[in-house]
């Protein structure tokens, strides 16, 4: 219940083209789920976040598409350039009132290749 | 600001050793995470702390400790390594502001890379 499950495992796209990579939840107390990038060599950066209470948040070229009842989002990257070739994780946390705590639950990843 | 910044960045070690790494949290930041990172497990979360208390733990065994000091500065230990404790270890750091609708953002640093040989 604890699991994100993300998909595709790996994605190559061409220059211009849109990038989707979904992901997958069981634990409904989930209700904060943020996108990473990750570069080789590079910790993972914050690229968009967004809360079960919206069901869409674009933030230039990035977008999150999230459905409460599949218990399902989805990040859709427009017009896809070679230098947003990296790794994305998908994450997902619980946070109770009083103490927004620090644990993320991360799906596998997805490698993104943008072919010039 | 300077970033949250972790040390060493790489550590070879040999099996039955222990290892502690350090990581400095942004400035500011109260909350400081850990994460090992393997191409086959992932990412997965291994402890939080906050005001120099653990506040959140994940599932690995109590060969896997940390602690943080008054200045939110973090270090890391593992005991007796196994192979399976090569990957790369993560910290991100957090203002953690609490009662707040959406977290604060976290915030990695680049990482420990250790080996177990």
């Known amino acids: 219940q604890q699991q994100v499950k993300q998909s595709p495992q790996s994605l190559i796209v061409q220059k211009g083209g849109i990038s989707i990579i979904n992901c997958a939840y069981e634990?409904?107390?989930?209700?904060?789920f943020p996108w990473y990038q990750q570069f080789p060599g590079k910790g993972p950066a914050l690229l968009i976040a967004i809360r079960p209470d919206v069901s869409e948040k674009k933030e230039g070229r990035f977008t999150i598409s999230f459905n409460k009842s599949a218990k399902q989002f989805s990040l859709h990257i427009m017009d896809s350039q070679p230098g947003d070739s990296a790794t994305y994780f998908c994450?997902?946390?619980?946070?109770?009132?009083?103490?927004?705590?620090?644990?993320?639950?991360f799906g596998q990843g997805t490698t993104l290749q943008v072919k010039p | 600001k300077a970033g949250v910044t972790q040390t060493p960045r790489y550590l070879i070690k040999t099996r039955g050793q222990q290892v502690t790494l350090s990581c400095s949290p942004i400035s500011g930041h109260r909350s400081v995470s850990w994460y090992q990172q393997t191409p086959g497990q992932g990412l997965q979360f291994l402890f939080e702390?906050?005001?120099?208390?653990?506040?959140n733990k994940g599932n690995f065994p109590g060969r896997f400790s940390g602690r943080q000091f008054s200045n939110s500065r973090s270090e890391m230990n593992v005991s007796t390594l196994e192979l399976g404790d090569s990957a790369l270890y993560l910290c991100a750091s957090s203002y953690s502001r609490g009662g707040a609708k959406t977290p604060d953002t976290q915030y990695f640093g680049p990482g420990t890379r250790l080996t177990v040989l």
């Open positions: 702390y906050f005001s120099e208390t653990q506040r």
């Open positions: 994450a997902a946390s619980m946070n109770s009132g009083s103490s927004n705590t620090g644990k993320l639950i």
């Open positions: 634990n409904t107390a989930f209700d904060y």
